[in-house]
C-alpha cells in the first residue's frame, strides 16, 4: 500500500512531524476530547462492537449515532460540521477562473 501524500510529507519534514505530534498529545488531553472518547467507546460497547473485530465502528451522521465500517468512518471528511463548512457550497470557488468554456 503506497503512503499518503500527508504520511510521504511528515516522514521528509521532521520538524513537521513533531509540531504536530505535540499538538496532537495536547490536543488529545483536552477535557473535551476525552469526553468525546469515552462517549464513543461506550456507545461501541453498548452496540456489541467494541474489540470484537468486525471493523465496525460508531458513526455520527446528521445527529445520529450508527454503525459504519471503520475505515469509512474515520478516514472520512464529510461527516464533520466544521469541514462541511470549510469547503463551502458545492461547485463553489470554481467560477471566473479563465475558464471560458472554449469561446
Known amino acids: 500500500m503506497a503512503l499518503s501524500r500527508t504520511a510521504k510529507f511528515y516522514r521528509d519534514n521532521p520538524d513537521a512531524r ?8 495536547k490536543y488529545n488531553k ?7 472518547r469515552v462517549a464513543d467507546n461506550r456507545e461501541n460497547r453498548e452496540k456489541g462492537t467494541y474489540g470484537n473485530g468486525d ?3 460508531v458513526s455520527h451522521k ?3 449515532i450508527v454503525l459504519e465500517a471503520q ?4 478516514g472520512s471528511k464529510s461527516n464533520t460540521a466544521g469541514d ?4 463551502g457550497k458545492k461547485g463553489a470557488g470554481r467560477k471566473n477562473k479563465g475558464n471560458t468554456g472554449g469561446k
Open 18 to 25: 513533531k509540531k504536530h505530534r505535540d499538538y496532537q498529545a
Open 30 to 36: 483536552k477535557r473535551s476530547s476525552i469526553k468525546k
Open 55 to 57: 471493523k465496525l465502528d
Open 62 to 64: 446528521g445527529g445520529r
Open 71 to 74: 475505515s469509512k468512518n474515520r
Open 84 to 87: 462541511k463548512r470549510a469547503r
